[in-house]
């Protein structure tokens, strides 16, 4: 995989780490969604997926459980249309973001985080993440 | 009361001891106002009731909720503040309403009781009281994970 995020400052307890089961290996700062029962998650894919957190640690096949920080500020890879500073951002591929535009609450559910600077198309921008 | 939540796990930030040193405040409790007269189980989702500050039970659709109360409230025993845990991963009951799909936000509706957040907008927000973990059907229950407000 490509576009991991970069840790820029991690809040609260160290990032506010917590731990899920993992459905399959992947590298460390992949953006992870909620993927199924129970407390499971995968590496982000596309739009239409629940942010959880950035993986804090490199998951290798077997693993059977896994680290995500919650709450920071990382570095994170526009998907295409760029996105204004100010503005939540969703999932919307592997590893990559767009700007959040979903209506109502479980529009929010998908929220990345609050995006820090205004980026250009594929551009690395800011992101302020604080889950859930 | 019945159906009060359950610690799966307490999350939360770090404050310096008076040596300096941080140390982890597990599940990041808030203090609220809470009537004298009330008795309310730990464990019971509370919602925010009237100014100034003070909360109540949860008891229905529409109330802003705040966090999960982290002690017992005895019946006038002239204890009128309580704290709330607002950051961790809890068991809470889904109403007898509809079932709830993993990654959704949950709403209070009831007694102790969670739903599927439905309302629009950024006051509907405030009304959630976090990500469900998994898929939960009527009255079943369900892991939980909050971070208030």
Request: no cysteine; aromatic share 4%; glycine share 12%.
């Amino acid at each position: 995989m490509t576009a991991e995020a970069v840790i820029i400052e991690l809040h609260g307890n160290q990032g506010d780490p917590v731990r899920f089961t993992p459905a399959a290996a992947a590298e460390k700062g992949t953006l992870m969604y909620l993927s199924a029962d129970p407390r499971t998650i995968a590496a982000s894919t596309a739009d239409g997926q629940f942010f959880v957190g950035v993986l804090a640690h490199e998951v290798v096949t077997g693993d059977t459980s896994a680290t995500v920080y919650t709450h920071g500020i990382f570095d994170m890879t526009d998907s295409g249309a760029g996105i204004t500073l100010g503005n939540y951002a969703k999932l919307n591929g592997a590893n990559l973001i767009a700007t959040a535009d979903e209506a109502g609450a479980q529009g929010v559910a998908q929220e990345v985080g609050m995006v820090l600077e205004t980026t250009g198309a594929g551009e690395v921008v800011a992101v302020w993440i604080n889950k859930p | 009361m019945a159906n009060e939540a359950v610690i799966i796990e307490l999350l939360g930030g770090s404050v310096p001891n008076a040596q300096g040193i941080q140390e982890v405040v597990a599940g990041n409790p808030v203090r609220f106002t809470v009537a004298d007269g009330a008795g309310i189980e730990k464990g019971t989702l509370m919602q925010l009731s009237s100014d100034p500050r003070t909360i109540t039970a949860s008891s229905g659709d529409n109330q802003i909720f705040v966090g999960v109360l982290a002690e017992e409230k005895v019946i006038s025993d002239g204890v009128t503040n309580v704290s709330v845990w607002t950051k961790g991963i809890f068991d809470m009951t889904n109403a007898n309403v509809g079932a709830i799909t993993l990654g959704n936000y949950a709403k209070l509706n009831g007694a102790n009781l969670i739903d599927t957040a439905d309302e629009a907008g950024a006051q509907g927000a405030t009304e959630h009281v976090g990500m469900v973990l998994e898929s939960a059907a009527k009255q079943e229950v369900v892991a939980v994970w909050i971070n208030r407000p």
